[in-house]
């Protein structure tokens, strides 16, 4: 069983920058496709970003493209979420996910990734 952990997050003005981490132990991170999610209060888990096991795949949500960028490590057992120009929408706690099947298509889905994190807030002010 992998257990997944987030850092990263915290308190930054709008246009800034942070970067999240996920980092995996218990099993080897190369195992899994990854996602990120976010869940902002009163809204439900919501899908970021997804990379393939390789890293060679890579899906984004519309209202991230061209501001996130997930990428891997496997050597360091760690899923990257690099934010830049940040919005006060961007506000919401992000979780990272790990699915263990070799490719699903509903990436999109919560439901898909059988493993995640507890989450690390992210909050981006006006």
């Known amino acids: 069983q992998v257990q997944l952990v987030e850092s990263g997050g915290g308190l930054v003005q709008a246009g800034g920058s942070l970067r999240l981490s996920c980092t995996a132990s218990g099993r080897t991170v190369s195992r899994y496709s990854m996602g990120w999610f976010r869940q902002a209060p009163g809204k439900e888990r919501a899908f970021v970003a997804h990379?393939?096991?390789?890293?060679?795949?890579?899906h984004y949500a519309d209202s991230v493209k061209g501001r996130f960028t997930i990428s891997r490590d496997n050597a360091k057992n760690t899923v990257y979420l690099q934010m830049i120009n940040l919005k006060p929408e961007d506000t919401a706690v992000y979780f990272c996910?790990?699915?263990?099947?070799?490719?699903?298509?509903?990436?999109?889905?919560?439901?898909?990734?059988?493993?995640w994190g507890q989450g690390t807030q992210v909050t981006v002010s006006s």
């Open positions: 996910a790990a699915d263990d099947a070799f490719y699903n298509g509903n990436y999109v889905s919560p439901i898909t990734y059988d493993h």
């Open positions: 990379i393939s096991r390789s890293g060679a795949i890579i």
